[in-house]
């Protein structure tokens, strides 16, 4: 390397990777299609961008690729770009030398990239890096090498990067908050994780891995009932995975019985915003129409559009528009 030798390897201590393909649970056609990405982009030193929206598991898939690589037995470093302030993480990523401000230490600060060396840097929630960051990263994607903040001397750099946003980041770069230049630079193996409502197949899989999971943590012994599986495939889940498990994780923590049932579930759920149940593709209206089924059953048992309300967890104008809705077909 023009500027010399990269350094070794950084230890591995405090910065592995704990995922690993099987671990992402899944066998439907978009994830079979996801893993076969994974497997394929693992193998090269390239930079991999994925996107997906929040709680779909991007970390872990991350992680997956970085243990299948080459670099599976050096440190795997994450950072989430979007949730420190832009001058810490300059000096997260880029480190800094002894004495460039108050407060910092005397001897200077090994940056993310140089501890990664040998491994792998994560870069989580890219999209949200501040702009006046985003030429200095550029830099070292092109160059290979990291310039510590107050330093004039270059520390070569041997970092395979993989990426992940929540963002659009084509819009991003058109509405001017990301570089064009970095998004080609990013996204040279780019993977998408889809959302859960799209692979409903694998609901089931994920539920009853989860459920056995949480049951040897908390000591518990659970099976879910069959209408169970009809009621979380009709949920719209805008927090994904990360939604079912914590859902999952309070049903066995309040759950006494040893079999779960929609009831329960509905008891843990959280209020249903149905501002991002409209604003999610319901297939055939089954969503809707579960909805309105609950609503008449409970109507015909003598409950009032309050009690209604309250157990569904939304609004009273909102049992009142559903059923107007159905009322007038």
Request: glycine residues 8%; positive net charge; hydrophobic residues 35%.
């Amino acid at each position: 390397h023009p500027q010399g030798k990269a350094r070794p390897a950084a230890s591995a201590s405090g910065v592995t990777a704990h995922y690993r393909l099987h671990h992402i649970i899944g066998s439907s056609p978009v994830m079979t299609t996801v893993k076969q990405l994974a497997r394929t982009y693992a193998v090269t030193d390239s930079t991999v961008l994925i996107t997906g929206e929040s709680g779909t598991g991007k970390e872990m898939l991350a992680q997956a690729i970085h243990n299948l690589s080459g670099r599976r037995h050096g440190p795997f470093v994450a950072i989430n770009c979007g949730s420190i302030t832009e001058s810490l993480l300059e000096s997260e990523l880029f480190g800094y030398a002894g004495g460039t401000f108050t407060g910092a230490n005397r001897d200077g600060k090994v940056g993310l990239f140089e501890a990664a060396n040998g491994g792998t840097l994560f870069l989580d929630e890219v999209g949200d890096m501040p702009y006046v960051l985003q030429n200095r990263l550029l830099r070292v994607l092109q160059e290979k090498y990291v310039r510590p903040v107050g330093s004039q001397r270059g520390v070569p750099i041997d970092v395979r990067v993989i990426a992940a946003t929540n963002k659009d980041l084509p819009r991003e770069v058109q509405e001017g908050h990301f570089r064009l230049d970095l998004y080609y630079r990013l996204a040279v193996l780019p993977i998408e994780v889809p959302p859960l409502r799209k692979r409903k197949g694998d609901i089931q899989e994920i539920s009853q891995s989860l459920l056995k999971s949480l049951d040897i943590r908390y000591h518990r012994s659970h099976t879910f009932d069959g209408q169970v599986w009809d009621f979380f495939k009709n949920q719209p889940w805008p927090g994904n995975v990360r939604q079912l498990a914590h859902v999952i994780e309070r049903l066995v923590l309040v759950v006494k019985q040893p079999v779960i049932q929609v009831k329960d579930v509905l008891h843990v759920m959280p209020r249903i915003d149905m501002t991002e149940i409209q604003s999610v593709p319901v297939e055939d209206g089954s969503l809707k129409d579960l909805t309105y089924e609950r609503i008449e059953k409970m109507s015909r048992e003598g409950k009032s559009s309050a009690e209604i309300a309250k157990e569904l967890g939304i609004s009273r104008s909102t049992v009142y528009r559903i059923k107007r809705r159905h009322e007038g077909k």
